[in-house]
């Protein structure tokens, strides 16, 4: 009998010419082992994990040992993840080691034993209650995605407008054919309040999948996943890699959130790998709906549902509550230079101190928003003018006063790198100069808290930022607090912005509109627009609302659209803009960052780069002169010309399909680790 052999991807660089070790099947597996199994194999003179990526009979030209055994306690890569598992490495430039890790959990790959984890008992069936009455309108718009099979769908409805009882109705459909579910939301913040919402309808049989769960904690709840015991799973970005059993609907809630696209590689955007787990299920003959939730939907997926790619449901009201109409709040816009005009030097205008008087007299509650954390954005020397710099990262570091970080014993003045995390203490005097007139300039969600602690002594505060809620829980303790009315004004960044349902907010305070605008990206209006859209949407859910908007650029059109809460008008604007200036949704992007210990060698390697590629252009050109891969190919230093110590230049390609051209041009000069891709960046700076 011939024997067999099997590739076996490790999670780690093996540092062989090929990305995956041949082994022999032993007798007893030949029966059992299939592509996707974990299994153990001896390495060296120990032992390890690894993934079977091939089965074969082709006896290779050295001398193999035999797979110890096959890991049964874990789950099997299905068809689909395996097919997902191979368009990563290839569409994101990444290696398999690296890619194969988005499927297990971080110890799967460790040969250690991991604490049993006991997680709730898993219910025979799941729980299928009484449904809310849908207005005209939420019937409506579920009768017309009822409808629709063929296309994914997104559904723009306007903050409050019921797009999550739509989302419940559409699983419980699900639920009823014994289908899987799964439901993402944008930030980890947002999983308690979406599991609750779920819960409430379903019951408890609902697998919750985040990282900031243990390695246990997932794999259990991976494991039932697999096994068919959760129809229903909700979680963050890394979600999406699920091992569904019978998948039958995704839902991405606030499909236009930045943080659906992962920052390390692999590079991929969730609404990327929906797009192809719906096309792999597809051609297996399982048809997956896919529906994209936003009240302010990325211009991309806009533009595909406006030229008939996507399958477009509106719902521009909000679901009218006892005591509120149907109305968005009403929106007020403070021009702060005439503030400084009036010698208000206050951080708050005098419209948003009247405002929160206000409400703070009624019982109401408040949240301020500023996309900034800390107590001053910069530390200036007033006679010299030089900013005290991270030494690791070309960039101010951020003055935080007091103990903002729980359990963590730091200085209680300190200087804080939002980059790399290096904290220092605060100099007595300037570095360059030697004088010790010393100011802290701009502002954060910390000095804001110091501010309303002055102004409204009685006021009781909370505040949600990265300082704040390092730790598992802590988000949720504080949205749980607030949302039982233990605190008055809630102070936070973007995190307090996405999707949170507070029945007794009835004003936001947006402290600073502007602060994304003057960065040099092309997505910054439309970023702007959405922040402010959504951090509003949060006032007069139940209540009459409103929003304060405080900026220096009052004629800006993200910020004037906000007023009107015009998704149309301002997509009309902003796509006028991307198609001068040959941006996406109208040209694919791809941009490579160099980056280099050494000044010099980043310079000299980022350049050489870029007229390699200008001379791989020219030849593809002049092969296929009807089908142009790129159009355009700049290269300039990045926003942040040094990062954790190291020069960084990027390398923009602009065209009808980049990431092709780079497949054929890294094949003739290998990636060095010292370069890094991302097909389809959000950002170029």
């Known amino acids: 009998m011939d024997k067999i052999y099997a590739e076996i991807l490790l999670s780690r660089k093996i540092g062989a010419a090929k990305d995956t070790l041949t082994y022999e099947v032993p007798f007893e597996l030949i029966d059992l082992l299939k592509i996707g199994d974990l299994v153990e194999i001896p390495l060296k003179n120990g032992k390890a994990r690894g993934v079977v990526l091939e089965i074969h009979h082709l006896k ?8 110890s055994r096959r890991v049964e306690d874990f789950f099997s890569l299905s068809h689909t993840q395996l097919a997902l598992f191979q368009y990563i490495c290839r569409y994101h430039f990444c290696p398999p080691h690296k890619s194969i890790k988005l499927f297990y959990p971080a110890n799967v790959f460790e040969r250690k034993r991991e604490k049993k984890i006991n997680l709730p008992a898993v219910p025979e069936e799941t729980v299928l209650s009484a449904a809310f009455t849908l207005t005209a309108e939420q019937q409506k718009a579920l009768d017309l995605i009822d409808g629709m099979a063929e296309k994914p769908v997104l559904l723009h409805g306007i903050t409050g407008s019921g797009k999550t009882e739509i989302y419940r109705r559409l699983t419980r459909g699900c639920l009823q054919k014994g289908q899987q579910v799964l439901i993402l939301v944008p930030e980890i913040s947002l999983t308690p309040q979406t599991v609750e919402n779920f819960e409430k309808r379903f019951g408890k049989n609902i697998a919750v999948i985040h990282s900031k769960l243990s390695p246990g904690e997932k794999l259990a709840y991976l494991t039932n996943i697999a096994r068919g015991n959760h129809q229903i799973i909700i979680g963050s970005r890394s979600a999406i890699f699920a091992p569904f059993r019978n998948l039958g609907l995704i839902i991405i809630d606030e499909e236009h959130e930045d943080s659906y696209k992962q920052d390390q590689a692999p590079r991929y955007h969730v609404r990327e790998i929906a797009l192809k787990i719906r096309e792999i299920e597809k051609a297996n003959g399982n048809n997956v709906k896919l529906i994209l939730g936003s009240a302010t939907p990325s211009i991309e997926t806009y533009f595909q549902a406006m030229n008939g790619q996507y399958e477009l449901v509106e719902m521009p009201s909000r679901i009218p509550h006892k005591t509120a109409s149907e109305a968005l709040p009403t929106m007020h816009l403070v021009d702060l230079r005439e503030e400084l005009r009036k010698k208000n030097f206050s951080i708050f205008s005098e419209l948003l101190q009247e405002k929160i008087r206000e409400k703070l007299q009624k019982k109401e509650q408040i949240m301020l928003f500023l996309n900034r954390r800390g107590a001053a954005s910069a530390m200036l020397c007033r006679d010299c ?9 070309a960039v101010p570091l951020t003055y935080h006063s007091r103990r903002s970080v729980e359990n963590l014993i730091l200085p209680a003045q300190r200087l804080i790198c939002h980059h790399c995390g290096r904290i220092s203490h605060p100099p007595i005097k300037c570095s360059h100069c030697g004088s010790h007139l ?8 910390q000095k804001i808290e110091e501010e309303v602690q002055k102004l409204f002594p009685s006021a009781r505060l909370l505040r949600a930022d990265r300082d704040t809620t390092g730790k598992k829980d802590d988000f949720e303790k504080i ?21 949170l349902h507070l029945p007794n907010v009835t004003l936001v305070g947006i402290v600073l509109a502007d602060t994304g605008l003057t960065i040099p990206d092309f997505r910054a209006a439309e970023k702007t627009y959405q922040l402010i859209t959504q951090v509003a949407g949060r006032s007069g859910r139940e209540k009459p609302g409103e929003v304060v908007i405080q900026t220096y650029l009052p004629d800006h059109y993200a910020i004037q659209n906000t007023l ?23 040209q694919k992007l791809a941009k490579i960052t160099v980056e280099n210990a050494d000044a010099e060698k980043a310079n000299y390697l980022s350049h050489q780069i870029f007229m390699n590629l200008q001379s791989a252009r020219v030849k593809d050109q002049a092969r296929d002169k009807d089908q142009e891969l790129i159009s355009d190919i700049t290269l300039f230093p990045a926003f942040i010309p040094r990062l954790k110590n190291k020069y960084r230049w990027h390398i923009l390609l602009t065209g009808s399909n980049p990431q092709f051209f780079l497949q054929n041009f890294f094949l003739q ?7 890094k891709i991302d097909v389809d960046p959000l950002h170029t700076i």
């Open 385 to 393: 003018g030089q900013t005290e710099n991270c030494p690791r990262c």
């Open 60 to 67: 290779p030209l050295f001398p193999t040992r035999a797979i």
């Open 438 to 445: 010393i100011k802290y300039i701009g502002l954060g969600t």
């Open 669 to 675: 000069n290998p990636l060095k680790d010292d370069i």
């Open 564 to 586: 009107s809460q015009n998704f149309l008008q301002f997509y009309e604007q902003e796509i006028r803009h991307r198609q001068t200036a040959h941006f996406p949704p109208f």
């Open 479 to 499: 949205f749980r607090q607030f949302r039982k009315n233990q605190a008055d004004i809630l102070i936070g960044t973007q995190m307090i912005g996405k999707g």
